[in-house]
């Protein structure tokens, strides 16, 4: 089995797009206010209450100096953000201390991240060793039972309906090839032939009549990440999947502070 630490290192994206209301500031997605205080800041505070965390890489869309309220305290280093997501997920990985432990990279529009469930994903990935890319994913009907009616792109598979999390564990000298393989589905993502390829045939088939299971979608999202060993991570934690992805859901995590 390969070694995995008792804290990880968490890689927190600040930067990203999002739409916010006519005439609000805007400097980056995971600095748009929720409640009144930063996303990304929301996102942190689990992170730095969480003891399966050691140390916190911020990926931000503004100057270290200009993060200068108490709310980033807990931060241990900043580095700034790519013109791309998978540019920020690599100049992230770059900044981890040990490239041979795994390193967690949490999305910075999950206002509602707990430390709970922050331990929790890093405990679950611990059980599957023998891979080198650890994804979270949400079960609908735990979603719907903590967040009722917010809106995820959900997949059916054979032992139920999923969405993906705003959570992932990998090993950063495992991700050489990844980055191609993200930029390639990135290219691909328009052109279903070649997707169905890069996942395999009989993934995509499998999927379309609803037999897909979660091993078999492991294994065509190891294809798709060029080979490298990968594992879903189920989280009960419906909070690891609130992601603010557009004004409704940033609507509804405000309204969810308003009404604490």
């Not at 979603?143 to 705003?166: I, Q």
Request: net charge negative; proline share 6%.
């Amino acid at each position: 089995m390969s070694s995995f630490p008792e804290a990880v290192e968490a890689i927190l994206l600040a930067g990203g797009e999002l739409d916010v209301p006519a005439g609000e500031e805007y400097r980056g997605k995971g600095l748009v206010e929720v409640g009144g205080v930063p996303m990304a800041a929301r996102a942190l505070k689990a992170l730095e209450e969480s003891p399966a965390v050691s140390r916190v890489i911020m990926v931000s869309p503004v100057e270290e100096a200009e993060l200068v309220d108490p709310c980033w305290s807990a931060v241990d280093v900043v580095v700034p953000a790519g013109e791309r997501l998978i540019d920020s997920f690599k100049i992230g990985h770059e900044a981890v201390q040990d490239m041979d432990s795994p390193a967690m990279v949490v999305a910075g529009d999950l206002p509602l991240l707990t430390a709970e469930s922050v331990t929790d994903f890093v405990e679950r990935c611990r059980l599957r060793t023998e891979v080198s890319i650890w994804y979270g994913f949400l079960r609908k009907k735990n979603s719907e039972a903590g967040f009722p009616g917010v809106r995820h792109t959900y997949a059916k598979l054979a032992e139920g309906t999923f969405c993906g999390a705003g959570l992932f564990m990998s090993r950063p000298k495992a991700l050489s090839t990844v980055y191609q393989a993200m930029t390639d589905m990135t290219y691909a993502r328009k052109n279903p032939a070649k997707l169905a390829s890069m996942l395999g045939w009989g993934t995509v088939f499998s999927y379309l009549l609803g037999r897909l299971t979660v091993a078999e979608a492991e294994a065509g999202m190891a294809r798709l990440l060029g080979g490298t060993p990968s594992a879903g991570i189920e989280s009960p934690y419906p909070e690891t999947a609130f992601n603010v992805d557009d004004p409704e859901t940033l609507c509804e995590a405000r309204r969810y502070f308003n009404e604490l």
